[in-house]
C-alpha cells in the first residue's frame, strides 16, 4: 500500500471511530490453556469496513446463493456505493446507522455458551499436534449485522459473526458458525490452500469436521450442501492424524477425473 493510500485510509477510520460520546463497546473473553478467544461487538470503524467489504463481494455471495443482510439505507446500498464517496457514506453511517447497543442480546446469548466455546477452543488447539492444523494464541469474533453468516481472517484468527438486534444467528446458531469458522482457521494454511481447494470442497470439509468433532456441542449442525459430496468417502472415519494425506488422496483422484 503506497503512502497517499495508507493515509487516506487512517484518515477515513478516524472519521468512522469519531463518534460523540462513543459508547462502550461489550464483550467477554474465554480462557483455554494458552489460548485467548474474545468475543465483541465492532467499534463503529469496523462495522463500516465490514460493510464495505460485503458490498464489494456481492458478485461472489450471489455466484454462491448466500443470503446477504444489508443496512436499510440508501447510501449504504449496493448501487450508492459506485456513487457516492467513502467519507460521505461512512459519516452516515456512524451517525444514523451504527448503535452499540444493537449487539447486546447476541453477547448475551454468547455469554451463555462459555463452557461450550472454551471446549471448542481447547479441542481445535490441540489439533496442532496433527500435520495440515494450526492453532493460534488469540481468536477474536466480532459481531456484524451485516454479511452472509461468517467469516474469518486465517492469518489474524479473525472471525465476523453475523447476527441480528434480537440475538439470532444463522447457520443453526452462533455457536454452530464460531466452531465452523475456528476450524475454517485451523486447516487454511496446512490443508485448504496447500491442496488448492476449492470453495465448496473447504466448506464440505469444515462441515465435516464439525459434525465429526463437535456433535457432542452442536448435535443438530447442519451440512451446507445435503448429505453426499465427492469428497466424503476420503473423510469420513478418518482420524485427524491422517487428515491431510486424505484429502490430498480426494485431490489427487478429483483432478485426474
Known amino acids: 500500500m503506497n503512502t497517499a493510500i495508507a493515509t487516506a485510509c487512517a484518515l477515513l477510520s478516524i472519521v468512522c471511530a469519531s463518534v460523540p460520546s462513543s459508547p462502550t463497546l461489550g464483550g467477554f473473553t474465554v480462557r483455554s490453556g494458552d489460548t485467548v478467544l474474545r468475543v465483541q461487538a465492532p467499534r463503529p470503524s469496523d462495522a463500516f469496513d465490514y460493510l464495505e467489504r460485503t458490498l464489494a463481494d456481492m458478485d461472489f455471495f450471489r455466484a454462491n446463493n448466500y443470503q446477504v443482510s444489508l443496512p436499510d439505507h440508501p447510501l449504504l446500498s449496493e448501487a450508492a456505493r459506485s456513487t457516492t464517496d467513502r467519507e460521505e457514506r461512512c459519516s452516515v453511517f456512524v451517525e444514523e446507522v451504527y448503535r452499540a447497543s444493537d449487539f447486546d442480546a447476541a453477547l ?36 456484524t449485522l451485516y454479511g452472509p453468516g461468517g467469516s474469518f481472517d486465517p492469518d489474524a484468527g479473525g472471525i465476523v459473526l453475523w447476527t441480528d438486534t434480537q440475538g439470532s444467528f444463522k447457520g443453526g446458531g452462533g455457536l454452530h458458525t464460531i466452531i465452523h469458522e475456528m476450524v475454517h482457521i485451523a486447516v487454511e494454511h496446512g490443508i485448504a490452500q496447500p491442496l488448492d481447494l476449492q470453495h465448496w470442497e473447504r466448506e464440505r ?38 487428515l491431510r494425506d486424505a484429502v490430498a488422496r480426494y485431490v489427487r483422484t478429483s483432478r485426474s477425473e
Open 205 to 242: 470439509l469444515v462441515d465435516l469436521l464439525v459434525r465429526q468433532e463437535f456433535s457432542d456441542l452442536v448435535p443438530d449442525y447442519r451440512l451446507q450442501r445435503g448429505e453426499e459430496a465427492p469428497i466424503d468417502r476420503f473423510v469420513l472415519d478418518t482420524d485427524l492424524e491422517g
Open 108 to 143: 448475551a446469548v454468547l455469554e451463555g455458551q462459555r463452557t461450550a466455546l472454551r471446549t471448542a477452543v481447547e479441542r481445535i488447539s490441540a489439533w496442532a499436534v496433527h500435520d495440515g492444523f494450526r492453532a493460534h494464541d488469540s481468536l477474536t469474533v466480532t459481531l
